[in-house]
């Protein structure tokens, strides 16, 4: 590879000079979205969305992948569940690891301990955490009439490594922790506004998957730290909406996120495209592509958790359940507003008689659709894989 392309500069621009005003616009629209949604339902009721969001985001994201592993089995595998076949067995593996590292990402963001998503340790600390219960065979990368074993959150170190994906050659292998470092530095967090860290989110998405620094598992990274940045970003919504699944269908079709993220790799076109080695018109179109695939996705999962409309669908799925009383809606009601409400108050909310009401509770909670951390504990609203289809239609394409 010629020595220039070998600088860490190669990635420049790495955020745009100036911001056009679509971006701007759509930055603005973003900001409002998800300040809505995350403020639509109850903490617990969010909490509890959350954690079925995170199956989403690893639908998605495996889809992308090429790997189709159903929400059920993904389901399955968060319970321990997994399927005799071994390469089933995998992608479910696979797939509880990207829930479980999430859920941790969230958990961080809830709780402010979260870092820079950028920065070294981060990022190597996703590829560990991602990768730490693969079976050996998860971990043998082949290619280029070579095997080797890859070791989790280890930058690619050796000229066997060197990858090229499509037409796109990555920096060398012997390279790749000058670019990270410089990477680290270039997309800091703590020193942006909340604009600029919103813009630089695409920005690092792709720059991310140009610099290429692990052998495999680098597009679920880079998804997982683009999590991370929407929540430091504040436009995590706590968890309520997931870019993966935008990237996965994109705005006009699922070959979107191909096409725009080849067109990003766009080498500087004359005089009149900035000043780096990349072309900064190819970044900005990337930039307000992506923006608006999260837009969209805020969008779309706005009009699912929207607090009337879930009631109905609660509603609803009563109405079609034979083992449920009409009785049941008014449980199923009140955790979703309260976010939460203790045993004790059964009878108070249903209206009926205590021994009626307790069986009217225990054929919800047979459902999953009521649930506690404690066998006596207050009970919240809970969304189990086989309701999905009632009360969330369209957010898998198959359940």
Not at 134 to 148: D, H, K, T, V, Y
Not at 287 to 311: K, N, P
Request: net charge neutral; aromatic share 8%; with cysteine.
């Amino acid at each position: 590879m010629p020595p220039m392309l070998e600088t860490v500069e190669r990635i420049e621009p790495a955020r745009l000079e100036e911001v056009p005003e679509a971006i701007s616009d759509v930055v603005a629209e973003l900001s409002a979205a998800t300040a809505k949604l995350g403020h639509a339902l109850n903490p617990q009721t969010a909490a509890n969305l959350a954690g079925l969001v995170r199956i989403m985001n690893t639908y998605y994201s495996n889809l992308i992948e090429g790997h189709n592993t159903r929400p059920r089995d993904i389901a399955r595998a968060l319970d321990g569940n997994f399927d005799n076949d071994k390469q089933r067995r995998n992608l479910q593996i696979e797939a509880a690891a990207h829930v479980r590292v999430q859920s941790e990402i969230d958990s961080m963001a809830r709780e402010n301990r979260l870092g820079e998503p950028a920065s070294v340790d981060f990022i190597l600390w996703l590829h560990r955490e991602f990768y730490r219960d693969a079976a050996p065979e998860m971990l043998c990368i082949r290619g280029n009439g070579s095997e080797f074993t890859m070791q989790p959150g280890t930058w690619r170190s050796s000229t066997e490594h060197d990858v090229s994906v499509g037409r796109h050659q990555p920096p060398s292998s012997d390279r790749i922790t000058a670019f990270m470092t410089y990477f680290a530095d270039r997309y800091r967090f703590e020193r942006f506004g909340k604009a600029a860290r919103i813009i630089a989110i695409p920005a690092a998405h792709h720059r991310f998957n140009y610099i290429h620094p692990f052998p495999d598992g680098n597009g679920r990274v880079s998804r997982l730290m683009s999590h991370a940045m929407a929540h430091l970003g504040g436009i995590g919504a706590h968890g309520l909406w997931s870019v993966s699944r935008g990237l996965a269908r994109g705005l006009t079709g699922p070959g979107d996120y191909k096409r725009m993220m080849d067109h990003a790799d766009m080498p500087r076109q004359g005089d009149l495209d900035g000043r780096g080695n990349l072309s900064q018109r190819a970044l900005s179109e990337f930039i307000l592509w992506f923006l608006r695939v999260c837009l969209d996705q805020v969008t779309f999962m706005g009009s699912l958790f929207e607090i009337e409309t879930l009631a109905q669908r609660l509603r609803g799925f009563v109405e079609r359940s034979e083992q449920l009383k009409p009785q049941a809606a008014r449980l199923l009601e009140e955790a979703l507003i309260r976010g939460q409400f203790d045993r004790g108050d059964v009878p108070r909310i249903t209206g009926l008689p205590e021994r009626t009401a307790r069986r009217v509770f225990n054929d919800v909670v047979a459902t999953g659709l009521l649930a506690s951390e404690t066998p006596k504990g207050p009970v919240s609203l809970r969304f189990p894989m086989d309701t999905l289809d009632v009360l969330f239609p369209r957010l898998f394409p198959e359940i």
